[in-house]
C-alpha cells in the first residue's frame, strides 16, 4: 500500500525542511566563540573553586547593579549565621 500526501502536509514538510537548512547555515556561520559560548552559569566546565569564585566576583556587583547587600555583608545577618545575635545589652545571646 502507497501512502498518498495532501498538498498540505507536503508543502508543511518543505517549510519545515527549508527552516532546519536555514538553521544549520546560520550555525556554520556563527563564530566559533558565538556558537560555543557558555548561556548559563552551570555550561562553565572548570575546577569547582574557579567557579565559586566567578559566581563570588558576580554577586560582588550586586551592591552596585541592585543596591543588594554582598555574600559577605549577609553572612553578618542573624537571619543567616544566628551566631552574630546581639541581645539588647549588645551581648551574644
Known sequence: EEETMSVEDFAEMQ???KKIIELKAKIASASWL???APR?????????RSNRELLRWLKMWD???FNKK???QM??????NP????A????NR
Open 88 to 91: 539588647s545589652n549588645g551581648q
Open 34 to 36: 558565538t556558537k560555543y
Open 83 to 86: 551566631s552574630v545575635m546581639k
Open 63 to 65: 551592591k552596585i547593579v
Open 15 to 17: 517549510r519545515k525542511k
Open 70 to 72: 554582598t555574600p559577605d
Open 75 to 80: 553572612m553578618n545577618h542573624s537571619i543567616i
Open 40 to 48: 548559563k552559569f552551570t555550561d562553565l566546565i572548570s575546577d569547582e
